[in-house]
Every structure is written in C-alpha cells, then in structure tokens.
C-alpha cells in the first residue's frame, strides 16, 4: 500500500508539472508581451531538468559501506565510510544519504552523523565519513543507504534504498574482578581463597593472558613473541571447579547492570582457571554447560550481547523448572535485581542439595536495598546462602572480604 501511495504522489507531482508547462505556454501565447514570454522561458529550465530527473534511474547509483571491525564493546564508537557510485553525469542538485538501521540503534542517530546532504553536480563517485558514538549492547543489522534526490523547485522527487546491508555486534562492557572461590562453609558466612586454582603442569592444553601469581617458567614465549603480549601456559586442572551462572532476564531497569556483571563474573570464573556455565531464559532457554577456555568466553559473551530482557516468567519460577541443579555438584551463582522470599526458598532448596549458593543482587548506581531485601539477605546467611549487594560501577567490590561478609 504504501509503495502504491508513492508511486501515485509521483505521477501526481509529473502530472502538475506537465500543467505548470501548459499554464505558462498558455499564458504566453495569449497574452504576449516581453513579461509572459520572459516568465515561460524561465520556468522552462526548471521544467526540463524536473523532466529529465523524472527519466533519470537512481538505480544507476550503487552504494558501500566501510567499516573498521564489526565487533565493539558497548560505550564504544564506530567511525564508517559510505561510497557511492554512478555511471551516468546526469546533474543532481542535491542528494541526501541516511542510514537505514533497526530500532536499537535510534536513540544513538538522533545526535550522530549518519545522515548528510552532499550536493554532486556531474560527479559519478561520492564519499562520506562519520561515526556513531556509543553503541548500545547488542546485535545490530544495518539494512542500507537511503538515497533522495529532487529538483529545486521541490516538484520531482527520487528515493531509492541501496542495498548495503551488514551487522554490528557490540559486546556487554565488563570490569575487572578477582575470582574467589568459596571453599568453605560456616555458620557465619562463607570464607574465600586467594589461591589459584590447583592444576596439573605436566599437562599444557593451551595458552591465556599472564595474570597476576602466574609462575615465570609458565610462559609460553612462543606465544608471547606471536600476540606481543605475555601469555602463560593453560594447564589441565587436577580438580575441576565448576561454577554455573544463572541470570535473570526479567524486564527491570537495572537489567543492562545485570548482563555486565554476568559478563565481569563469568570472564573472572574463567581466567581464574575455573569452568564456567551460563543459564538464561528470555524468549527461550539455553543452558551453556560448564567449560573452560577462551572460546566458551567468547561463546559466553556472544550470547550475552544478544540477550534482552523478554523472560515470561518470575527467576523463581526459572529455577524451578530446571531440575539439573539438584544433581550436578558445583557452585551456583545467580544473577538478579530483584530478591524475592520465593527466590530465597528456591536457593535454599537448591544448596541443601547442592552446597555452594550465592546470590548477587545487582542494583543501579544511585539505588539501595530496600529494608526488606536487607532482612532477606540476613535471612540468607542463617540458611548457609551468600547474598551480596552489588552496584553498577563497582562491580570490582563484589568478591571484596568486606562485602562478603
């Protein structure tokens, strides 16, 4: 329907162009005198280049688009480069370029370059450079260059959208922090180790970034000489430790922290040496088992940054559907904004049978805990469950021995 509107608005604006011709010949013809005359002969160039813009096929033009990478963190900028092209020198008054791009990215376009006029002439090849500044989390698919074009006078207009499609990724934004495992349990709380992980270093299965406490004869110098970085050797651990994050997908306003710090969390557990899982249910449910290595983290943080905040039901009601939780032994960590009495009983359930619970609960910058989660959370320590209170920025304090007390 719509492309029926437009192409009848177009033999509309022809059609009272062809009357304008008419008007002004009749005018002239009957009239005469210098004035009439002068009037036809100068409204005759404008009603010949509309003419012929009207003939003239914005097919002609092909367009593409240049960019540095196709993956970003969230925050980040992308800086593109469109070239257009044609092969006729038909003259265009002007043109304007505006990216066609999904919704996710309309609240970045409206302060950003990515629409220009540029005024052609006789030119065939046509360039322009701009940048969107930070790109908000996700997937996001650029569907092509809109073209549009018309005559001075405003009586012919072309539009035409060239197909340059191509798909952003921009990752959650994480921060840095310390993994600390608990080991053990008491009545008041939980106590953590600074310890790395024990491994087997008889046994190299691959490489990682050096950290902190890593052993000067671990570095792979082959390695390192190749990323000109320090890398040191991955080994097989003689105990595996696994830890398996949910996070919740309900649609709250804290829940671009939620992702974040899932990403910080998960990217910690892993370069730890520990193996990380990863269960989220939004329009649909996938469970990533638990693993080790850079590629279950760039698989983590794959689907992190295409995850939304669709999930049907309450996290509670999440947990309790999932019935792997109570026969696998390893350390769960759930992720939420939101502590409910019924998601207490549910982590209580779970670390009877399971042993290390802990709960993290995400807040914004300028947020605090409500009196009742902070009696939920004293409620928690007496049932053996780690709650911490963790605020966006300082994701850093979340392993901290003053929040985890």
């Known amino acids: 329907m719509k492309k029926y509107l437009q192409k009848l608005k177009g033999f509309w604006k022809l059609l009272t162009l062809f009357i304008l011709i008419l008007i002004t010949f009749s005018y002239a013809m009957f009239q005469g005198g210098f004035v009439s005359w002068f009037l036809f002969y100068s409204f005759l160039p404008f ?13 002609d033009y092909s367009g593409e688009r240049k960019l540095p990478q196709y993956e970003f963190s969230a925050g980040e900028a992308v800086k593109a480069e469109l070239q257009l092209e044609r092969r006729f020198r038909f003259p265009l008054f002007y043109v304007i370029l505006e990216e066609s791009m999904e919704k996710s990215l309309s609240g970045v376009l409206k302060n950003s370059e990515a629409k220009t006029i540029l005024f052609p002439g006789f ?34 207009e072309k539009e035409k959208m060239l197909p340059a499609q191509d798909k952003i990724l921009v990752y959650p934004p994480y921060e840095e922090l310390i993994y600390r495992p608990a080991e053990n349990q008491f009545d008041q709380g939980m106590t953590a180790t600074n310890e790395r992980l024990s491994r087997d270093t008889s046994m190299s299965v691959g490489v990682r970034e050096y950290q902190p ?37 309900a649609p709250e306003e804290c829940f671009e922290a939620v992702v974040s710090f899932t990403a910080s969390i998960t990217r910690a557990i892993l370069r730890k040496g520990a193996q990380a899982g990863l269960l989220t ?14 590629a279950q983290q760039k698989q983590l943080f794959y689907h992190l940054a ?22 696998q032994h390893q350390a769960m960590m759930l992720v939420t904004s939101r502590l409910t009495q019924s998601l207490l009983d549910k982590a209580a359930y ?50 901290s021995e003053v929040n985890s007390r």
């Open 213 to 249: 406490g890593d052993r000067f004869s671990w570095i792979n110098w082959k390695a390192t000489a190749k990323r000109n970085d320090f890398m040191t050797k991955e080994f097989e651990q003689r105990q595996s430790h696994d830890v398996m994050v949910a996070m919740d997908c």
């Open 123 to 156: 030119k065939t090849k046509l360039s322009y450079k701009y940048s969107i500044g930070s790109l908000p989390r996700g997937e996001h698919h650029i569907r092509g260059i809109r073209l549009k074009t018309g005559d001075p006078l405003g009586l012919i």
């Open 47 to 59: 009603a010949l280049y509309g003419l012929g813009l009207s003939l003239y096929p914005l097919a």
């Open 281 to 294: 249910v939004s329009r649909e449910r996938v469970l990533f088992p638990t693993r080790g290595g850079e």
């Open 350 to 399: 779970y670390s009877r049978r399971n042993g290390s619970m802990s709960i993290f609960l995400i807040k914004g910058k300028k947020d605090r805990p409500t009196q009742r989660e902070i009696a939920l959370k004293a409620s928690a320590v007496s049932r053996g469950i780690r709650v911490t209170i963790v605020q966006d920025g300082r994701f850093a304090e979340a392993f």
């Open 306 to 327: 295409k995850i939304t905040a669709s999930s049907p039901v309450p996290f509670d009601q999440v947990l309790e559907g999932e019935t792997f939780m109570g026969r």
